[in-house]
């Protein structure tokens, strides 16, 4: 079974500094894109960031850039999220999901994992 | 960054209703749309990919259509476990961005 289980969620305050996890199994990770979407409590979807298969193209929405830093470790089967220089409106749950592509179209996120809470506050 | 916009951002209905949700993209995208429902304290869940690709194991009430910058998602009859918030994605640009969410509820 595809599962991606996300960890390391905590309260922190503004200026801090945070590590969330996602550990995948069930599937090569190596071969998968994988990407971070938030939520703030009671708001839609954002999505923050996409790292490749190997690790070497990162995007970043503009909300995280120059704060958040992607990485992922194939050999573990993890994908983190490095948060720094934290403010209240990170407050969110915070997923990690796999791309998906299929006969050249771009990619759908499937699937999810069930989420980590951020708190930003003092 | 291309913008989504769903419309209406909330929706009353009745079980048996067919429901149709709109989603515009600020440019074109193709049709690299994908549509997601998120039940309450739940993750997203995948429904339809390229625009009107059913996803595995998804029913066949969901339906999706659209192409260029106005796309559509289309429940044919309305089941209990339907009423959730429906998200649209793009995936044309390497920034992706989502909707503004539809909530569909209980009339």
């Known amino acids: 079974e595809v599962q991606l289980v996300e960890s390391g969620g905590d309260l922190v305050q503004p200026g801090g500094s945070l590590r969330v996890s996602c550990a995948a199994s069930?599937?090569?990770?190596?071969?998968?894109?994988m990407n971070w979407v938030r939520q703030a409590p009671g708001k839609g979807l954002e999505w923050i960031s996409y790292i490749s298969g190997r690790g070497d193209t990162i995007y970043y929405a503009e909300s995280v850039k120059g704060r958040f830093t992607i990485s992922r470790d194939n050999a573990e089967n993890s994908l983190h999220l490095q948060m720094n220089s934290l403010r209240a409106d990170d407050t969110a749950v915070y997923y990690c999901?796999?791309?998906?592509?299929?006969?050249?179209?771009?990619?759908?996120?499937?699937?999810w994992g069930q989420g980590t809470l951020v708190t930003v506050s003092s | 960054d291309i913008q989504m916009t769903q419309s209406p951002s909330s929706l009353s209905a009745s079980v048996g209703d067919r429901v149709t949700i709109t989603c515009r993209a600020s440019q074109t995208i193709s049709s690299y749309l994908n549509w997601y429902q998120q039940r309450p304290g739940r993750a997203p869940k995948l429904l339809i990919y390229a625009a009107s690709s059913l996803q595995t194991g998804v029913p066949s009430r969901f339906s999706g259509s659209g192409s260029g910058t106005d796309f559509t998602l289309t429940i044919s009859s309305l089941q209990p476990e339907d009423f959730a918030t429906y998200y649209c994605q793009q995936t044309y640009s390497n920034l992706y961005t989502f909707g503004q969410g539809t909530e569909l509820e209980i009339k």
């Open positions: 999901a796999r791309a998906v592509y299929s006969n050249g179209v771009r990619p759908r996120f499937d699937p």
């Open positions: 069930g599937f090569t990770f190596s071969s998968y894109t």
